[in-house]
């Protein structure tokens, strides 16, 4: 807007916006300062979810601003193209949905191409659901619990859609029993319980980043899930999460470790 900059407006999804907050813009990774806003046409200090706004960015020219962005807190900002995911097929569709099928996938404001991964030679029917990976042409912002819908090739007819499990899936398909238990504890909605029943089935133990980012919870949240869990955490950047049982099992085998050395 002439005179004021960057303004982009929207739905607050989660969480809170106020005047002054340094934010960014993702997937592209841009920062920018929250200089004004304004609600239902009045200037305003602060929004909360599910209002509308506009928000006046400071730091960034308009043309980086495009569909499909999100204007998160920086630790929120974690661009992905492996998508682990529980997809429905619609009942409607005339044939199953095959592995490595081309989609159009519609996350939030986001129009991407992607492909669908299914395990080798297995298929999706009419009307049935599984998990599976969906893998982008390029980045984009997606959290657990984030619908979605799959469009065919040509963007003209609906397939079905469904809701992010793990939007930082790995590439690698080892240790599928274990992953399978994974992502059956991700499908919680529940953070605690989601977080208890991950521990449970991670002998390597909880990745705390993106857990914390994956469930858009705060680190005092998270915090009050290790006590509840009785988890405890090793490492300082690359923070882990282990039981306290599985702590205390390996305290022997350091000792013998280190005597053997």
């Known amino acids: 807007m002439a005179g004021s900059g960057t303004v982009v407006t929207g739905t607050v ?6 005047v002054g907050d340094k934010l960014v813009l993702t997937p592209g990774g841009i920062e920018a300062r929250v200089r ?3 609600k239902q046409g ?3 200090q602060e929004a909360r979810a ?12 308009v043309d980086r601003v495009g569909r499909g962005d ?11 193209q492996r998508l682990d995911v529980r997809l429905s097929v619609l009942a409607s569709e005339a044939h199953a949905l095959k592995h490595w099928t081309p989609v159009h996938l519609h996350l939030g404001t986001a129009d991407v191409t992607a492909r669908v991964a299914i395990r080798r030679g297995a298929s999706i029917a009419p009307g049935e ?9 390029r980045p984009l912002a997606a959290l657990n619990g984030d619908r979605f819908i799959v469009r065919d090739q040509s963007a003209v007819r609906t397939m079905g859609g469904g809701i992010v499990v793990d939007p930082f899936a790995p590439a690698s398909r080892r240790h599928a029993p274990q992953r399978a238990a994974q992502l059956a504890a991700l499908e919680h ?7 208890g029943a991950l521990l449970a089935c991670s002998p390597a133990g909880v990745n705390l980043v993106n857990f914390e980012r994956a469930f858009n919870i705060t680190p005092a949240h998270m915090e009050l899930l290790l006590t509840a869990c009785t988890a405890v955490v ?9 039981p306290q049982a599985a702590i205390e099992a390996l305290k022997p085998h350091i000792v013998e470790a280190l005597t053997k050395f």
């Open 42 to 44: 009045r200037a305003a």
């Open 234 to 242: 090793i490492g300082k950047e690359q923070r882990i999460a282990l």
């Open 129 to 137: 659901s599984a998990l599976v990976q969906l893998i982008a042409d």
């Open 36 to 38: 004004s806003m304004q």
């Open 50 to 61: 599910g209002e509308r706004c506009a928000l006046n960015l400071g730091g960034i020219e």
């Open 13 to 18: 999804f989660t969480g809170e916006v106020r």
């Open 70 to 80: 999100w204007v998160v807190a920086p630790a929120l900002h974690a661009p992905t």
């Open 189 to 195: 909605a529940d953070a605690r319980e989601a977080f």
